[in-house]
């Protein structure tokens, strides 16, 4: 448990929460409003929901799974099946456009060890991060796998996105 950070703009806007280069202009302007914050908190409702839409429909297993988001951080919670759906769970939420930290609250119902995460920088590779991590760009196929379903290809990865490195041990 415990708060996580991530890149704010870094990842996929794909569950309608993160402002647009034109929302954030007019904001920066001053024109906010009482409609804009009750649109605001309809998306915010909306956006969690739909977090915990992909989190069931990547086949993530979590008991009780509840997703809360307020501004551009995410609480969630619930009883996750092992450490990786856990990790796994953090990293879809974290890796969304408009979320800068994820407040984990979840349990976990089989005990693993933790893996590290590693936040992608320019040039990084699958490879080129098996090896400052394992000492062995073959290992990248580790990586890989640690990250399904949210990788689906292992040359498609982007700056700023986090990724969960297994312990191999």
């Known amino acids: 448990m415990g708060l996580f950070s991530f890149i704010k703009n870094a ?8 402002n647009t280069t034109e929302e954030e202009a007019t904001a920066a302007r001053g024109k906010a409003s009482i409609k804009a914050e009750v649109i605001e908190l309809r998306l915010e409702g909306a956006a969690a929901r739909n977090m ?5 429909d ?3 297993k979590v008991e009780n799974l509840n ?3 307020d501004d551009d951080m995410v609480k969630v919670s619930g009883l996750a099946y092992d450490q990786a759906t856990k990790e796994k769970v953090i990293l879809v939420i974290g890796n969304t456009a408009g979320v800068s ?3 984990d609250q979840m349990t976990v119902d089989y005990k693993e060890p933790e893996a590290q995460f590693h936040t992608v920088v320019s040039g990084d590779t699958l490879g080129e991060i098996a090896k400052h ?3 062995d760009t073959m290992k990248y196929p580790e990586i890989f796998e640690a990250n399904k379903p949210m990788l689906t290809n292992p040359d498609k990865i982007y700056v700023g996105q986090v990724l969960r490195i297994p312990n191999l041990d």
């Not at 996929?12 to 929460?17: M, Q, W």
């Not at 915990?52 to 069931?56: D, G, P, S, V, W």
């Open 11 to 18: 990842g996929t806007k794909v569950f309608g929460i993160g």
């Open 133 to 135: 991590y394992y000492g």
């Open 52 to 56: 915990e839409e992909t989190i069931n």
């Open 58 to 60: 990547l086949q993530l």
């Open 101 to 103: 930290i994820v407040d």
């Open 67 to 69: 997703v809360f988001v």
